[in-house]
């Protein structure tokens, strides 16, 4: 995944599990549509496909965040919303250069939960950056 940022060809580098190449092995079906459809959504908002929103696998030069657009010292970016948020800040920032690489993911096939997310609290925060930053309610 670094490879492209130390090459001087990107600076951000967002993994996809969902591009050509990429893959996951023992996702559950719920997790696997529920994560593309934040896909789209957040696809739409930016205004640029982007295939896998939710994936935490990401690169990027700090230099990026000398970007007077991108403030990271804001209260309300205190959990879950940071991410989508510096994701969100870097596709519509022109200076950046983005781009996906396809990644696998294993998840334990024994294990009942793959992450500490809680249904309802944690998917608004995910989504408070789309409709915060869409809406022009932050910055």
Same mark, same amino acid.
Request: with cysteine; net charge positive; glycine share 6%.
């Given at each position: 995944?670094?490879? =492209?940022? *130390?090459a001087?060809?990107?600076?951000? #580098?967002?993994?996809?599990?969902?591009?050509?190449?990429? +893959? &996951?092995?023992?996702? +559950?079906? $719920?997790?696997?549509v529920?994560?593309?459809?934040y896909?789209?959504? $957040?696809?739409?908002? &930016?205004? /640029?496909?982007?295939?896998?929103?939710?994936?935490?696998?990401?690169? $990027?030069?700090?230099?990026?965040? +000398?970007d007077?657009? #991108?403030?990271?010292?804001?209260?309300?970016?205190? +959990? @879950?919303?940071l991410?989508?948020y510096?994701l969100?800040?870097? *596709?519509?920032?022109k200076?950046?250069?983005?781009?996906?690489? =396809? *990644?696998?993911? @294993?998840y334990?096939?024994?294990?009942?939960?793959?992450? /500490?997310?809680? =249904? $309802?609290?944690?998917?608004?925060?995910?989504?408070?950056?789309?409709? @915060?930053?869409?809406?022009?309610?932050?910055?």
């Amino acid at each position: 995944m670094v490879g =492209p940022i *130390i090459a001087g060809q990107y600076d951000f #580098i967002q993994g996809s599990r969902r591009l050509p190449g990429g +893959r &996951v092995v023992n996702d +559950r079906p $719920f997790r696997k549509v529920t994560t593309q459809l934040y896909s789209l959504f $957040f696809s739409i908002l &930016v205004g /640029k496909r982007i295939t896998d929103a939710t994936n935490g696998f990401r690169a $990027f030069r700090l230099s990026m965040f +000398r970007d007077c657009d #991108i403030n990271l010292e804001q209260d309300w970016l205190d +959990r @879950y919303e940071l991410e989508p948020y510096i994701l969100y800040k870097a *596709i519509r920032a022109k200076q950046i250069r983005m781009k996906e690489v =396809p *990644i696998t993911i @294993y998840y334990h096939e024994n294990r009942k939960h793959f992450t /500490k997310m809680k =249904p $309802f609290r944690d998917w608004w925060r995910l989504a408070k950056p789309m409709i @915060y930053l869409g809406l022009k309610l932050r910055k």
